[in-house]
Nanobody
Framework: VQLQASGGGLVQAGDSLRLSCAAS????????MGWFRQAPGKEREFVAG????????NYADSLKGRFTFSTDNAKNTVYLQMNSLKPEDTAVYYC?????????????????WGHGTLVTVSS
């Protein structure tokens, strides 16, 4: 599967953005899908993930309530709605996929990655 993330940009603190991750190839519901982010000088970190087979969506604890993961099977696309953005949310955001049953938070477990989209939140 090939993934392409989009929707990033420059916003002000408190604004919202919706990121998209479009896939070409097999249906995304055959994969666990994850959103990750990497801020300058920091390691890549888990943001949210979905397991269609397991029927669950997981979020990083620090982001619950502000970020929402959603899907559109017809478009083979997943989304990350980000609300009340903060300067510390500034990062390159990546979508990733892997054939497994349950969401895992470690980036090394994911075999397929998109190129990422930059989100910059100004104060």
């Amino acid at each position: 599967v090939q993934l392409q993330a989009s929707g990033g940009g420059l916003v002000q603190a408190g604004d919202s953005l919706r990121l998209s991750c479009a896939a070409s190839g097999p249906p995304l519901n055959r994969y666990v899908m994850g959103w990750f982010r990497q801020a300058p000088g920091k390691e890549r970190e888990f943001v949210a993930g979905i397991s269609w087979s397991g029927g669950s969506i997981n979020y990083a604890d620090s982001l619950k309530g502000r970020f929402t993961f959603s899907t559109d099977n017809a478009k083979n696309t997943v989304y990350l709605q980000m609300n009340s953005l903060k300067p510390e949310d500034t990062a390159v955001y990546y979508c990733a996929a892997d054939r497994r049953f349950s969401v895992v938070t470690g980036p090394s477990f994911y075999d397929h990655w998109g190129h990422g989209t930059l989100v910059t939140v100004s104060s």
